[in-house]
């Protein structure tokens, strides 16, 4: 496609539940990141793929959290038993090779856990 | 954690005038590059500086580089209303450091431009 997409838009869940967040890259760009941004606050590291491979999951805050890319394309950010510091906005964003290329980001999901 | 510092964290000005915004770094880096955010939406790419340049232009904008002081500004010169967003500083990281692969966004600084 012509941009990064991500889905839901919105999500609200019950604190507990598991979510589960898609994000679609540019076609043929090799690298996909995953953000987290607090209110007011800048994106934060999560994930990064270079086609399937997880290079580098440093940033995710617990084991509640788990990204995939299996076909190296689309890739989905889990996140089980949701608590309510897990509100924030998640961004995708991909690059035709790595970060050095700039960033396209998607508009994000905004999740709120109630 | 965030490596990039802005300054200042909020600035607003009237439409026309110029806007100046900061950002410092801590360890060496291969690239540094601007994004604008506007409310509710994702971070739009505006300009790339390498580490072996020093300024930058891309139409209204002007980025400098100062590598020797860890820090760069980005100028926006004869600002409309539509300037009004964020925009966060990113490093870029060379290898060997731990944050190789991987843009490092600063804070922000939120621009409001008046009409």
């Known amino acids: 496609g012509a941009g990064v997409s991500q889905s839901p838009r919105y999500k609200v869940a019950k604190r507990g539940q598991d979510v589960a967040l898609r994000c679609d890259p540019i076609?043929?760009?090799?690298?996909l990141f995953w953000y987290q941004q607090a209110l007011g606050q800048g994106p934060e590291f999560l994930t990064y793929?270079?086609?399937?491979?997880?290079?580098?999951k440093s940033g995710l805050p617990s084991d509640r959290f788990f990204a995939e890319r299996p076909e190296g394309s689309v890739s989905t950010l889990k996140i089980q038993r949701t608590q309510q510091e897990d509100s924030a906005v998640y961004l995708c964003a991909s690059s035709f090779r790595d970060s050095s290329y700039g960033y396209t980001f998607g508009s994000g999901t905004r999740l709120t856990v109630v | 954690s965030q490596q990039g510092e802005e300054d200042p964290q909020a600035l607003s000005i009237q439409e026309g005038e110029n806007a100046t915004m900061n950002c410092s770094y801590k360890t060496s880096i291969n690239n540094l590059q601007w994004y604008r955010q506007n409310s509710g939406r994702g971070l739009v790419h505006l300009i790339l500086?390498?580490?072996?340049?020093r300024e930058k232009h891309s139409g209204r904008l002007r980025v400098t580089l100062d590598t020797s002081k860890k820090s760069s500004s980005l100028l926006i010169t004869a600002s409309r209303a539509a300037d009004t967003a964020s925009y966060f500083c990113?490093?870029?990281?060379?290898?060997?450091?731990?944050?190789?692969?991987?843009?490092?966004f600063g804070q922000g600084t939120t621009l409001q431009v008046k009409p």
């Open positions: 076609s043929g760009h090799v690298s």
């Open positions: 500086i390498r580490s072996n340049e």
């Open positions: 793929f270079q086609n399937e491979a997880q290079l580098d």
């Open positions: 990113a490093t870029d990281h060379l290898p060997g450091s731990s944050n190789t692969g991987k843009l490092i």
